[in-house]
């Protein structure tokens, strides 16, 4: 058994971060699959990469340049048609799982961010248009976000929330969610289908919070580096467990209903004084999903340790730990919202870059 296999032993599953047509072409993403990894997800970023670096976009580019369509429409092209196809490739997974993995991630535009109403329309055009019932439609967790999530959920959509950063952004993402399922579930549909994530994003945490605890200086905040997103991410995950395995949620899941499984984002280490694998062991858990860039992933493939259930462990000490950072000034909150800030800005860099190669 492998350390992707281990993991999805221990409840944990692991998914790709990135796609392109190449890694379907030349068959890496079957590998992948064959390997124990159970989904994939994708960005703007990643699909900026895909097509600047790659030639396999430029037949079907040249084919649209004598049609009449947008930067964005051949763009959406490009992108629903590798999505469809690892869709197809993960398509055994999803029926294995009975609908919990197997799933691939697209993102609505990053201009939506603070549309509720344009992010509620992209949703269902993405759904529509890619049509595979292991898509996950990728919306951020703004406040329009938010609200869009509850109008999705509740017409039976499945979806990625990304771009989360604080437990405020678990609380209201959940919360969401669960008055969606209530909402589908009001009207006699069945909710045993809808499957959604809550993405958190974890090794931005440790640069940022690395940064203003080296500016503090003190040996007790400097003995605080490196800890923040893994302590983030444990307090998520208790977070989870009281809500989708408490009382709360208990006549939903009756009815068939999923929880909302935290996934653990951004997890490729960005200081290399830390272990190349500090947000994948320490957090395998139960109903749990990790999405690991190529280099994580193949770190974890070779060297990865895999010990039951991490993520609910110390669950104490991550608490004193982000009570620590707060007694230092941190305010974990409103630092994520710092950060939920800045990645949309580097999605949207992204998105205007992608929409230049398309032009």
């Known amino acids: 058994m492998n350390p992707i296999q281990a993991a999805r032993a221990a409840g944990q599953q692991i998914w790709l971060d990135n796609l392109s047509r190449a890694l379907i072409n030349k068959g890496l993403l079957a590998r992948h699959i064959e390997n124990g990894v159970a989904g994939v997800t994708t960005n703007p970023a990643i699909f900026h990469k895909a097509i600047a670096e790659g030639q396999d976009y430029r037949p079907a580019l040249d084919a649209m340049r004598s049609e009449n369509l947008t930067a964005e429409q051949r763009y959406e092209r490009l992108v629903i048609e590798d999505v469809q196809r690892a869709c197809d490739a993960m398509r055994p997974v999803f029926d294995a799982s009975q609908g919990d993995a197997g799933y691939v991630s697209l993102?609505?535009?990053?201009?939506?961010?603070?549309d509720e109403a344009g992010t509620v329309a992209a949703a269902r055009r993405l759904a529509a248009a890619v049509a595979r019932d292991n898509l996950l439609v990728k919306i951020p967790a703004t406040?329009?976000?938010?609200r869009a999530i509850e109008t999705l959920i509740g017409e039976g959509l499945k979806l990625n929330v990304t771009l989360m950063f604080s437990l405020a952004h678990v609380d209201a993402v959940a919360g969401a969610y669960q008055r969606g399922l209530e909402r589908l579930a009001a009207s006699g549909a069945n909710i045993s289908h809808v499957r959604s994530v809550a993405s958190v994003f974890l090794s931005r945490w440790d640069s940022l919070v690395d940064k203003l605890l080296d500016d503090i200086g003190t040996p007790e905040a400097l003995a605080l580096r490196g800890k923040a997103g893994v302590a983030l991410a444990r307090?998520?995950?208790?977070?989870?467990?009281?809500?989708?395995?408490?009382?709360?949620f208990a006549a939903l899941a009756a009815r068939g209903g999923r929880p909302q499984s935290m996934l653990w984002a951004s997890t490729g280490t960005k200081n290399a004084a830390y272990s190349d694998l500090m947000y994948v062991e320490p957090l395998v858990g139960p109903e749990t999903v990790n999405t690991l860039p190529d280099a994580t992933l193949?770190?974890?493939?070779?060297?990865?340790k895999v010990n039951g259930n991490q993520v609910a462990q110390d669950a104490e000490a991550a608490a004193a730990h982000i009570a620590a950072l707060a007694a230092l000034g941190l305010d974990m909150n409103a630092l994520g919202e710092r950060l939920q800030s800045e990645g949309l800005a580097q999605f949207a860099t992204a998105f205007g870059k992608l929409l230049e190669l398309t032009a």
């Not at 193949?298 to 060297?303: K, L, N, S």
């Open 107 to 114: 993102e609505v535009s990053p201009a939506l961010a603070d």
């Open 298 to 304: 193949a770190a974890f493939a070779d060297h990865g």
């Open 143 to 146: 406040a329009a976000g938010v």
């Open 235 to 248: 307090q998520a995950y208790q977070r989870y467990l009281a809500r989708f395995h408490g009382a709360g």
